[in-house]
């Protein structure tokens, strides 16, 4: 886990997608993302398995969630190289 590594590119996935997890904008700039991300102290995951093992210690019953179905949960977001941003807010 890469823990608080927010680079451009989950700055600008978590700009882009944030409607998935929030009813309104919560953040309209990179400089407001990354504040936004250390608040809820997101993780920068390294492969699915690592964002269920992140989501099972954070205390979330995973029994019967598939890696689709992880991979679709509004608190997850998709990056490039098999990472995952995380946001529990």
Known sequence: MDGFGYDDECL???LRDQGRLFDEPVAE???EAQAI???VL???CDGIGEVR???DESGMDLSGVTDDNLRDAAEVFELSNDRYLVVLA
Do not use: G
Request: aromatic share 14%; charged share 25%.
């Open 29 to 31: 700039t990179p400089e």
């Open 37 to 39: 991300l250390e608040d």
């Open 42 to 44: 997101a993780v920068v």
């Open 12 to 14: 600008a996935v978590f």
């Open 53 to 55: 093992d992140y989501m």
